[in-house]
């Protein structure tokens, strides 16, 4: 005779490898279930980073101390377009795109870019219209975030000896100014970044020094 105990088991057992595999789901219920998957993993690794990464919880202590404190709810994980893996509002929102991370090391630099850009907000009361205020945010949060290190580097298909994160810093930055809609050409995004590059390059505010 049949346990019913096992016949319900096994059903369950058949329910999740369906949701695993997509196996008799229809092509919406299988996105639907994938962009599920990705968003359990993205808060389980903010979760994490926001607990226990060294670097993240360095920035949100700081941004306590100046005045402008992030909640966990302000870090909203969510489906982003395939040309970014986070973005900061000005209102104090941190978006993490969900399914764009290959590791929670990449989500930790992601995460700790986007701090930067609210800590400049707080304390320099940047006006990101301004394609000079913008160039000199994403100069440093490029480079102190990790976002620039050898291997993150090397995975994008660049490989330099030389200054290369000095290399990567600005051509990410000139890339982020250009995408800003008060930018009317890739000319003006190069003169914003290199005419604060000395000063925002130096700038390592709130870290001692290049992560």
Known sequence: MTNPDNDRSFQRWLNKA?????????????????????Y????????ELLNYSPKVVFMLNHLRLSGCPIPPSSIIC???????????HPAGAIILCQGHFGSKKHMED????????????????????????HACSEIRANSLSGDCRYMRELGRGYVSFSKQHQACVRRRAILSVRANPACPDTASAERAVN???????SDTRPFDDIC
């Open 40 to 47: 359990a993993r993205c808060e389980k690794w903010k979760a």
């Open 18 to 38: 369906a949701e695993v595999t997509g196996f008799r789901m229809s092509t919406e219920e299988r996105q639907r279930n994938l962009e599920q998957q990705k």
């Open 195 to 201: 005419e604060v590059w000395e000063s925002c390059f």
């Open 78 to 88: 969510a489906p982003c377009d395939s040309t970014r893996s986070g973005g900061f």
């Open 110 to 133: 992601t995460l700790t870019h986007e701090l930067v850009h609210v800590y400049d907000h707080c304390k320099f009361s940047v006006d990101w219209h301004n394609l000079r205020h």
